[in-house]
Nanobody
């Protein structure tokens, strides 16, 4: 059974940094894309960043230059380094891990940025 375990959320002041991690377990075949999404209260879930199996990285415009996504294939882990955080970054952050035949979601981790 696939499990995605997230960690690293918390409360930080505007301008601060947080690092989120998500570790996948339960499958031995190669992971395709790994991504982060977020959902703020009263809003739809939105895509934040993605890293492909080849290491190509893509970012939503609102996090470009501030967030960095990376992956460690040996550890089946994806991380999101978030710098220069803003109050509007407050949301529950979800990792999304995809194999060729299916994708899975983490349970979500709360990130709160105070002004």
């Amino acid at each position: 059974q696939v499990q995605l375990v997230e960690s690293g959320g918390g409360l930080v002041q505007a301008g601060g940094s947080l690092r989120l991690s998500c570790r996948a377990s339960g499958r031995s075949d190669s992971i395709a894309a790994m991504a982060w999404y977020r959902q703020a209260p009263g809003k739809q879930r939105e895509w934040v960043a993605r890293v492909t199996s080849g290491g190509n990285r893509y970012y939503a415009d609102f996090v470009k230059g501030r967030f960095t996504i990376s992956r460690d294939n040996a550890k089946s882990t994806v991380t999101l380094q978030m710098n220069s955080l803003k109050p509007e970054d407050t949301a529950v952050y979800f990792c999304n891990v995809g194999w060729l035949d299916s994708t899975y979601w983490g349970q979500g981790t709360q990130v709160t940025v105070s002004s």
